[in-house]
């Protein structure tokens, strides 16, 4: 026994963090297709399921911001540790909710979790193999968040107790994970300065200044849709379909996430500028072929716009990344990552909130169809800009 543990602890944990990773995004995921359950067995508005939504990621942006580099200092493991023993509290809440109030705080916790997870874990991963690391920091998350997504959406179909199977499951992962955790290696070390590193840092550079306003535009239409599809799109589906299988709406849900890892993977070494082109025109397309499948209650049609509005979901987010990254100096990273989800992230939760009003008001079919082109006119005027402005530039 002590053998296999030495073992475990000298290689390389490069898969348990990966793995790690993915299922802190999964869990992330998983209220999504429940959200249309406890509308009804807690008599929550739809406005009221964008706050819960929504309050995750304030909380998770609250801790990129203050705890982001926190593991900098007191070593990977420990902050890995801690991530872990505040999403085990976040199950647990799920489990014994019983009004929305729960539900916002486990959510809360949840974010908080998660933020911290995700740039110690990230951290981790880039110190094991800085190539290997930045990929599968962008795959875990949208790769996670799929198998979440379904997962649940099955677990909900065919399983007993839909509302505390899957958060029984999860707390169970994450317990497991929390000991495992313990025979991997340290990958990273511990220095002073801890309680200044809990002072947000956001920086914009000078020379990133331009680049990063003409990526904003199609950024923002970028995340807008993701917190729509994570918000919302299962009860969309369930009344423009008149499906109320949950594996149909988480279905929906994990294509976007799925096709949008792919696309990541696979257009990795393309330039920034090729990345939004395409990432512009699969999203415009997807999101058209996703109005006439809501509009014609086809599931198969908005499963194909869905997978093409994934590739661009992807695709933008890397081409946005890729953009203004590699113009900033290593001490400026940082700032200027915090920067970029700043307006990440009120773009994902923001907007959600708004379209839980507009869903009242109006229905899902009419808020669809508005955030659809809101979403596509923003995207193809930011594109229009930057491929104006590199003209002017070059003239």
């Known amino acids: 026994m002590v053998g296999a543990s030495e073992s475990i602890k000298n290689s390389s944990p490069m898969g348990f963090h990966a793995l790690t990773l993915a299922i802190f995004f999964g869990a992330s995921a998983a209220p999504t297709p429940l959200y249309r359950i406890y509308q009804e067995s807690f008599a929550v508005s739809p406005i009221l399921i964008t706050v819960i939504f929504a309050v995750y990621a304030f909380a998770l942006l609250a801790a990129l911001l203050i705890a982001g580099s926190i593991s900098d200092h007191l070593g990977r493991r420990p902050v890995i540790f801690g991530a872990l023993v505040l999403e085990i509290i976040a199950m647990a809440l799920f489990s014994i909710a019983s009004g929305p109030e729960w539900l916002i705080a486990a959510r809360i916790v949840q974010g908080l979790a998660t933020g911290i997870a995700g740039a110690s874990l990230g951290a981790a991963l880039v110190d094991i193999d800085r190539a290997k690391g930045q990929i599968v920091n962008s795959l875990a998350p949208l790769s996670g968040m799929a198998i979440g997504a379904i997962g649940t959406s099955a677990l909900i179909q065919y399983g007993p107790e839909p509302l505390h199977l899957v958060y029984a499951l999860l707390l169970a992962a994450f317990a497991v994970q929390a000991v495992a955790l ?42 807008t849709l993701g917190g729509f599809y994570l918000s919302l799109v299962p009860s969309l589906v369930a009344s423009t379909t008149g499906s109320p299988a949950p594996l149909t709406g988480g279905a929906v849900v994990a294509a976007l996430m799925l096709s949008g890892a792919i696309a990541v993977f696979l257009r990795r070494n393309r330039s920034p500028k090729a990345n939004l082109i395409f990432g512009v025109a699969s999203q415009t397309l997807g999101i058209a072929t996703v109005v006439a499948g809501v509009h014609l209650a086809n599931v198969p049609l908005l499963l194909v716009g869905t997978l093409l509005t994934g590739a661009g979901f992807g695709t933008n987010f890397l081409g946005s990344i890729g953009t203004i990254m590699p113009l900033a100096k290593p001490e400026e990273r940082a700032g200027l990552l915090s920067a970029f989800y700043i307006q990440s992230y009120l773009a994902f939760s923001l907007p959600a909130i708004l379209a839980g009003f507009l869903v009242k008001s109006i229905g899902y079919g009419m808020t669809t169809d508005i955030y659809a082109t809101a979403i596509v006119l923003v995207s193809l005027a930011g594109l229009m800009v930057m491929r104006t402005t590199k003209e002017a530039a070059t003239a």
Not at 187 to 209: C, E
């Open 182 to 223: 313990w025979l991997t290696r340290e990958t990273g070390g511990t220095r002073p300065g801890v309680f200044n590193s809990l002072k947000p840092t956001i920086f914009i550079p000078q020379q990133v200044k331009k680049p990063l306003s003409l990526v904003t535009p199609i950024n923002i239409a970028n995340w």
